[in-house]
Structures are given as structure tokens and as C-alpha cells.
């Protein structure tokens, strides 16, 4: 039996609020947050989990590393580069300046030199052009999905989209496109099977009630076998011939040809194999914010950009911002995830392993986000007990790394090396606390 009650020596709120960190803090981080933490040093200290005398340097501590947010920045060891459990594309310097910069009032829908009011968005979807000359016009939307419900909507409403059986695909969350077509009001018109859809399907199925054509790029999964799909550029004829818009939802977001993932479609190639529109996203593999594309002939983009459906899907200005400094910048860290020299990656591993005492393997990294299915990133990772992974995600900064086979995995594809002495750091942090 303790005679002296420990949580007589706990400092009051009012004290802490009182002292000049804290004060700052507030105007920083907002009364409500600072308060929570002060409550939660204080409820340490009653549960006996937490010495009296060190809740105002644990509360000091906390709010020397809190923000505003509850999101954590997070280290990606997974080696997958479009992680969507991570946000998916991590932003370009030049995406965060632009985005920081657009962040207060901003030129966003008004002509600086006229004082009149302008197109929203004209700065992305000028440099959506200069780097793809194969569009005519592009309209930003606020993501892929959004992108496909617009393009389906407008051309489509009461009538039919011809689509084929083997690209009517769930892409993830359950998220299935078929649904999302249904929701629009138009009509499915399935055409062929599983695993084989010829010409012929298409044009059986054409006609006054067709809206249009929509190729999807299965960008998840691989049919392999006894298959046959049709190309854009054999049913751009057929298009032609009934009059209806041929859409292609290439998902990746990727605006040319990339060597390293040939079976990507691309915004370029799918345009001047006869796509009308296409449609993709601003954050898989063209490294940018979470935004849609449509990208394509301007009299559609004229026609999707005036259906009303456009103001409920439109982008926000700090998207804007950022998919077109993404765009027209240096390559994002996406691109360079994707094409770092497995060489340079290995160098990375030996020297972060040798620092403590682990062990480097070969090991693939993932395209990811449901793109570039069963293509291997050649890679290496370091290799560490299982036991390290739970310290790694609970530790500052966090790292998630891939727990595989018994053993917790560091590949350093999608860690920008400026980022390897704090990899490090948290990597004896969490050594250090699994003991
Ligand atoms: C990812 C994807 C979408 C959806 O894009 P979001 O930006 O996630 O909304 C649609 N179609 C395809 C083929 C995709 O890969």
C-alpha cells in the first residue's frame, strides 16, 4: 500500500496549457489536439504508466513531433510503387511546391490580366497537351473512376455501352465497373465471352442505341490461353462506320509508351490507335495527385466538360496545382521508383544491412495499385527477423516493410536515398526495441 496518492504530483492542465511550448503549439496545431495530449500524459501518469515529474517533458516531447494531421508520413520498404494503402503516388518537390502555393487564394478560375473570370484548370490541361500532343484536349476530373462515370454519363445516358465480357473487371475495395456503369444510367452491353471477343461481337451489337464503345484495359490481372480480345485500332473503323465515340479506360495514367512495362497502355498510343477519349488516373503510374484524365479529341472533352455531372466530379485547385507541375516537372519519384538501377539498389541494401549486421537478398518489386500485374522489378532487400516488422511500423519515422516468408524485408526501391540515414536510424530503433 502506497501512502502518497502518485497522482498528487501530476502537473494540473492549466499549468501545462500555461508554458510557452505549449502555447505555441496551440496556435499551431489547434487547442483541440494540444489538449487531447495533455489529457494523454496525464491519464499515462494515473494509470502508473507514466512518472508524474516527466508528463510535462513527455507532452513537450509529443508535441514537438505532432501535427495537425493524424496521418503519419510513412517510409515504403515494400518495394511496391503505386501502394494503395500508402496513398499511392508520393508527390514530386516540384507537385508539393505548387501544391503549398496553391494552397491560399489562387488564379484557379480568373484571367490576371483581363480581371475576368477563366476556364478552371486551364494550366493542367495545357500541360496535359504538351505532353500529349496526341490530345486535342484534356479535362482533369478527381479520379480515374470519376473520370469513366463523366465519359459513360455524357455519351452514353440512356443508351448502351458496348463492352466485352473479358474487361468487365473489379479494380479493388470491390469496386466493380459494371456497377459503376449501371450507376450512370446507361445501359450494359456485354459483347463476347470470358477469354474470347472477336470484331464481329462488336458490330452485332452496334446500333441507334449505342453510346459508345468502351475498351478497358484490365490492368489487374492477365488472361492467358485460348484468348482474343479486338484492338482499338480494328474497331476504330466500326466506330467510325456507326458514328459512336470509342472510349479506352487505360487506368495507369501513364501519358507514352514506358520500355520497361510494354503491356501498358498508354494515353499517346491508345489515341492514335483511334481511341476518341481516354481516361486514366493522375496518381498510379504518372506519379501525380489523386485526379482523373480524360484525354482526347476537344469536341468530347467540350461535351463532358458542360455535363452537369462535371461540377460534382470536378478537381480541386490544390490538384490542379500539383498534377500540373507533376506533368510538365522532372520525373516523379514514381518514375524513379520504377526505373531505379537495381545496381545502385543493391549498394543501398549492403551498406544499410552491413551497419547492422544483416543479411542483403535479391528481391522483386511491384508495380502495383492493380497495374502491371506479374512484372518483376528486379531488385534486393535487407534482410531482418520477422520480429522487426511491428517495431519498424510503430516506430519514428515509419516503415512499412514486407513481411514475407518468415522474415521481414527492406527494399529500398521506393526509399528516396536522401531518406537512408533515417531508414537506418529507425531501423536500430526498432532492433533496439525488440532487444
Ligand atoms: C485504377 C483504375 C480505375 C480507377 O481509377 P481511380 O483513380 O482509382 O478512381 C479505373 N479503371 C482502371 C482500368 C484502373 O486501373
Not at 495533455?38 to 513527455?58: F, H, T, Y
Not at 472533352?301 to 458542360?306: C, E, F, G, M, N
Not at 521506393?414 to 532492433?431: I, K, Q, T
Request: overall charge neutral; aromatic content about 2%; charged content about 20%.
Amino acid at each position: 500500500m502506497s501512502q502518497i496518492d502518485p497522482r498528487r504530483g501530476i502537473p494540473r492542465t492549466d499549468a501545462l496549457l500555461t508554458l510557452p511550448a505549449v502555447a505555441e503549439a496551440r496556435t499551431r496545431l489547434g487547442d483541440h489536439v494540444v489538449r487531447a495530449l495533455v489529457r494523454d500524459a496525464q491519464d499515462r501518469a494515473r494509470r502508473g504508466d507514466l512518472d508524474p515529474e516527466q508528463v510535462k517533458s513527455s507532452l513537450l516531447e509529443q508535441l514537438s513531433h505532432s501535427s495537425a494531421t493524424t496521418l503519419r508520413p510513412v517510409l515504403n520498404a515494400t518495394g511496391v510503387v503505386v501502394h494503395t494503402n500508402l496513398g499511392r503516388a508520393p508527390l514530386s518537390k516540384a507537385a508539393v511546391d505548387a501544391l503549398v502555393a496553391a494552397s491560399g487564394y489562387v488564379d484557379v478560375e480568373l484571367d490576371l490580366t483581363t480581371g475576368a473570370r477563366s476556364q478552371r484548370g486551364v494550366a493542367a490541361r495545357a500541360a496535359l497537351r504538351a505532353a500529349c500532343p496526341a490530345a486535342e484536349d484534356a479535362l482533369v476530373v478527381n479520379n480515374g473512376a470519376a473520370a469513366l462515370v463523366l465519359a459513360t454519363t455524357a455519351l452514353s445516358a440512356g443508351k448502351e455501352v458496348v463492352v466485352s465480357r473479358g474487361e468487365l473487371i473489379e479494380i479493388g475495395a470491390g469496386f466493380r465497373l459494371p456497377d459503376l456503369i449501371a450507376s450512370t444510367g446507361a445501359a450494359l452491353r456485354e459483347v463476347g465471352t470470358t477469354n474470347r471477343t472477336h470484331l464481329r461481337d462488336y458490330a452485332e451489337a452496334l446500333g441507334p442505341q449505342t453510346g459508345c464503345i468502351l475498351k478497358v484495359h484490365p490492368s489487374n490481372f492477365a488472361v492467358l490461353g485460348f484468348t482474343a480480345a479486338v484492338g482499338l485500332r480494328e474497331l476504330r473503323p466500326l466506330a467510325s462506320e456507326y458514328g459512336v465515340p470509342l472510349v479506352a479506360d487505360l487506368g495507369s495514367g501513364l501519358l507514352g509508351p514506358d520500355p520497361l512495362l510494354p503491356e501498358e497502355p498508354d494515353a499517346a498510343t491508345a489515341l492514335s490507335d483511334g481511341a476518341d477519349v481516354v481516361t486514366a488516373s493522375g496518381d498510379k503510374l504518372l506519379g501525380g495527385p489523386q485526379a482523373g484524365m480524360v484525354l482526347g479529341r476537344a469536341e468530347i472533352i467540350t461535351r463532358l466538360a458542360r455535363h452537369p455531372l462535371a461540377r460534382a466530379v470536378r478537381a480541386d485547385k490544390l490538384a490542379l496545382a500539383a498534377l500540373e507541375a507533376t506533368v510538365a516537372g522532372a520525373a516523379a519519384p514514381v518514375t524513379q521508383a520504377l526505373h531505379a538501377d537495381p545496381d545502385h539498389l543493391r549498394t543501398r541494401a549492403e551498406r544499410l544491412a552491413a551497419a547492422v549486421g544483416a543479411g542483403v537478398v535479391a528481391h522483386d518489386g511491384r508495380v502495383g495499385g492493380g497495374g502491371a500485374p506479374g512484372v518483376p522489378l528486379r531488385g534486393w532487400a535487407v534482410r531482418l527477423p520477422e520480429a522487426v516488422a511491428a517495431a519498424l511500423r510503430t516506430g519514428e519515422p515509419a516503415v512499412l516493410p514486407r513481411v514475407h516468408d518468415g522474415a521481414c524485408l527492406l527494399d529500398l526501391r521506393c526509399v528516396p536515398p536522401d531518406d537512408d540515414e533515417r531508414l537506418l536510424a529507425a531501423v536500430r530503433a526498432a532492433l533496439d526495441r525488440i532487444g
